[in-house]
């Protein structure tokens, strides 16, 4: 199966991978592309003390450019969402990480049930604001750092037609709602998808999925859990 793969180029390396192992066949457009803030995370590190939290890989990609200024901190406790952003951290060197299995709102809920007095949120922009509201209604202390942004990349029109011609994509992954967006804003791609409704749109969680337009929501299947391994699970 042809696979369309629409993350940032560094995330959709690896599941180029994990599809060719399953079979398929990795389509690469990468839509949006990370600006890291070492610095802002380097100072926030330094202003506070306790637990961190991050909702994406991205911000540990972002603390691992820090080098020696980040060792002190490898022995606070670190909250993740999804296994696979846990990992990550693990990697890098943190002793102390627990995983969420769900979204942002079950990341809080971790959080609070390990009684947590206080949180630094590594943060990326934009976000969608679950975590943070939360944190909010549980009356948890916490303070934000934005030390990343993902900022739009327009493939040219003959990528687009490069992609859809001939051996066209079976299935599209979208693993955000952001993601969703920029796809559908892109003429030749709305228009490629409506021509070929028989391609699927696999979305990561009901949230993603609800950015699809109308039009095409026959196309859409649902990940039962909002972690790749389960996405990938559609094929």
Known sequence: MRVLVTRPAHSATRTAQRLRDLGH????????????DSAAAAGALEATSGAIAVTSAEAVRVVSALGEKLRPHLLRPLFAVGEMTA???????????????????????????QATEELLYLAG???AETFETRLCQLGIRFSVVECYRMTPVAPSPAEIEALFSGGRPNAVLFYSRQTVEDFFHLAELRSALSEHREIRLLCLSEAVAQAIPMSLKKTVTISSMPDEQSLLSLL
């Open 87 to 113: 990992q990550e951290a693990r990697r890098l060197g943190f002793r102390s990480v627990a995983a969420a299995a769900g979204n942002g709102r079950d990341l809080a809920d971790l959080v609070a049930a």
């Open 125 to 127: 922009m934009p976000r």
């Open 25 to 36: 066949e990795p389509l690469l457009l990468p839509l949006r592309r990370p600006q890291h």
